[in-house]
């Protein structure tokens, strides 16, 4: 995987991909930031609009660290600093125009990812499924949105022959839109679910979102989808006849031969070749089947996805499992929804059969008007999935009253806080404890928790649960 400095561009060709006049400065740009605190020197500073904060606001902060120009709200140039200055009436769209052009300039091949959950992790996948083969870039932590995705974009280095890209929508138009600007051969949907219906409605608005990047790949390029729900194989075969279905149904294209999956692991083997991850759980075995499957698609010998995949850890808290003292904890503090968190507390009952199981469960967001149903709904599965103590916070502090079994002790706190001391009181110290819950629930103190009152967290790097 490649990590060199980013290939650069010019102002030339900024003022041509923005249609301003020709003109003005000669230099040479190498990569963007939109926070002045991120800019390393040399970049292009987008001076973005905030709600709060207004980009422009810190043009001098962001000269001082090394910008040498700036995209910028016109009237916002600040003339008494060294910045050659690109005025536009939208910055952020200005920045998904700049990284079109960069697009359209290179030859490497570009996987874009989407899905309502399991992109991230499928992302990582992907990029160590081809990584032994091809020289691999691919997006950082999940800048995959209107701003993150062009910032990707203008990061790419000299010598990337694949882009691996993630693509996220919170909004509908929003993958359509990034799809224009990222312009990618093959596409990739994991999985659609019920997310970020507060803004779609429904689920059926959702699997039309995903289905965007699929009509904006490449003719020549591939499709991949995952098998669930089943509405999602259907509906890409109807856009694209050739789509590749990854999992592990009889009607899959990819799938394991043999498969293994463990709490910790997960093993298989296709034509004849050994696959072997360090994470558990089915959802983690489905996510490689679609590494697999792109990255034999475009020629990646099996040996060599395999020998990428072997590495596969889990970053940041997204659902990989961590040992504190004598626990063994299962954190995904990034994403929460419906569907992934069934595939969590599959994991915790099927994988850790005779294991005392504990949850802290935080508010799974952006569900609209689905949010009390759900809620409510996940709080039951919970119990019913054997868990013996559950922390039912946010959203699902309601829900969690109505779902109380004789069985199970239930802490039920809008605040997490309030739920610390009597969770940590009711655990033995040898449980099994899922801790899951939307980014916005701030889960990620659990952890600390848990370390403060148990031991220090061995392979502390969690990644996707989804």
Not at 161 to 168: A, D, M, N, P, R
Not at 317 to 344: K, M
Request: hydrophobic share 45%.
């Amino acid at each position: 995987m490649t990590t060199a400095t980013a290939r650069g561009f010019t102002s030339e060709e900024i003022r041509a991909w923005l249609g301003l006049p020709a003109g003005g400065g000669t230099r040479e740009y190498r990569g963007a930031a939109s926070d002045s605190r991120h800019v390393r020197g040399g970049e292009l500073f987008v001076a973005i609009p905030g709600e709060r904060v207004h980009g422009a606001d810190f043009l001098e902060q962001a000269a001082d660290a090394g910008a040498r120009g700036a995209i910028v709200e016109t009237g916002r140039e600040r003339h008494d600093l060294p910045l050659e200055y690109f005025p536009v009436e939208d910055p952020v769209a200005a920045l998904g125009t700049v990284a079109k052009g960069a697009r359209k300039r290179t030859s490497a091949r570009v996987i874009a990812i989407t899905g309502s959950s399991g992109k991230t992790t499928v992302k990582e996948m992907v990029a160590l499924a081809v990584g032994d083969a091809r020289n691999v870039y691919r997006t950082a932590g999940n800048l995959n949105s209107q701003v993150g995705l062009p910032l990707t974009i203008l990061g790419a280095p000299d010598g990337a022959e694949v882009w691996v890209l993630e693509i996220g929508a919170s909004e509908p138009g929003e993958i359509a839109r990034l799809a224009a600007i990222a312009s990618p051969d093959d596409a990739i949907v994991t999985t659609v679910g019920p997310a970020h219906l507060e803004a779609f409605g429904t689920e059926a608005r959702v699997l039309e979102e995903k289905l965007d990047l699929a009509r904006g790949a490449a003719p020549t390029g591939y499709v991949v989808v995952g098998e669930l729900p089943d509405a999602l194989p259907r509906a890409a075969r109807a856009i694209r006849a050739d789509t590749i279905v990854a999992g592990l149904g009889p009607e899959c294209d990819v799938r394991p031969e043999r498969a293994t999956v463990g709490g910790e692991r997960i093993s298989f083997e296709r034509a004849g070749v050994s696959f072997e991850l360090g994470v558990g759980g089915v959802h983690h075995l489905r996510d490689a089947l679609i590494a697999v499957a792109i990255a034999e698609a475009i020629g990646v010998p099996s040996t060599a996805i395999a020998g990428g995949l072997a590495r596969y850890a889990p970053v940041g808290h997204r659902g990989a499992v961590v040992s504190i003292g004598r626990l063994t904890v299962l954190a995904d503090c990034y994403n929460a929804n419906p569907e992934s968190f069934r595939a969590a507390l599959a994991q915790c009952r099927d994988r850790y059969a005779g294991r005392r199981l504990a949850a802290f469960a935080g508010s799974m967001l952006e569900l609209g008007d689905h949010e009390a149903e759900a809620h409510r709904a996940v709080a039951r599965e919970i119990v019913d999935a054997g868990f013996a103590v559950v922390a039912a916070t946010g959203a699902f502090a309601e829900g969690a009253v109505a779902a109380t079994d004789e069985e199970v002790e239930v802490i039920a706190a809008v605040d997490p806080e309030d739920a610390r001391s009597p969770f940590l009181s009711s655990l033995r110290g040898d449980e099994v404890v899922l801790v899951k819950g939307s980014r916005g629930a701030r889960l990620e103190r659990v952890l600390d928790w848990l370390e403060e009152a148990f031991g220090t967290a061995d392979g502390h790097d969690p990644e996707d649960a989804a």
